[in-house]
């Protein structure tokens, strides 16, 4: 089973959830400056470590070897992790999953996969596992899934030519997505691309205010 940690909402018995992805060699630790960041106090966050030790911090995949066994195995895990979560009452309808660089790739990867409609799904700075594949392997509510993608114009990690091709590729497929191109590097660029993910947000959970 994954590591997690939940971050309860301000206001309670709140439906609505995040689970957050890290990126490589991050962790749980690395993200608990996202709830008061987004200042959303109706959200719960739920922060997941990936399964792989990875110099002091975790890795969802393999980038340098054998990516698609790491991916596949993860995939899984988040599978689980998600069943789970609508067993204790999370529904799925209103759990949104949040993705930064392999992050980004495995919310990606589960959430066109999985048989049940997210609230939405957002990845930063990350790329798409072997696309064709994916589209043959969309779930039955895949194209209903809704998307916010966003990557850095000066990425020197992940480059951002390639990326732009995979969304295209998905979007001429009939996947949902919201793209923005921001003049960063392989980060969160602040404010500025908070203020995009937020307004993501509170537009997939129907709620226009704080």
């Not at 599978?79 to 609508?86: A, G, K, S, T, Y």
Request: glycine share 10%; hydrophobic share 40%.
């Amino acid at each position: 089973m994954l590591v997690t940690d939940l971050m309860p909402a301000q206001v309670k018995s709140s439906p609505s959830l995040m689970i957050v992805l890290h990126g490589l060699g991050d962790s749980i630790e690395g993200y608990r400056w996202l709830p008061p960041a987004l200042g959303l106090p109706w959200l719960n966050y739920l922060l997941v470590n990936a399964p792989d030790q990875y110099f002091g911090g975790y890795a969802w995949y393999d980038f340098s070897g054998d990516a698609g066994t790491g991916v596949e195995r993860s995939r899984a895990l988040l599978f689980e992790l998600l069943d789970e979560q609508r067993t204790r009452g999370w529904r799925a309808d209103q759990t949104m999953l949040f993705g930064f660089s392999q992050g980004c790739l495995m919310t990606i990867e589960v959430g066109l996969r999985y048989p049940h409609l997210f609230a939405g799904l957002v990845g930063i700075s990350g790329y798409v596992h072997e696309p064709q594949r994916l589209l043959l392997e969309l779930s039955p509510v895949a194209r209903q899934q809704r998307l916010l993608v966003t990557h850095g114009l000066d990425d020197p990690l992940i480059p951002f030519g390639p990326v732009r091709e995979q969304v295209n590729l998905l979007k001429a497929e009939g996947i949902h997505i919201e793209w923005h191109e921001f003049v960063k590097g392989h980060t969160i660029a602040g404010e500025q691309e908070l203020a995009a993910v937020r307004s993501f947000v509170r537009a997939r959970f129907g709620r226009n205010q704080a």
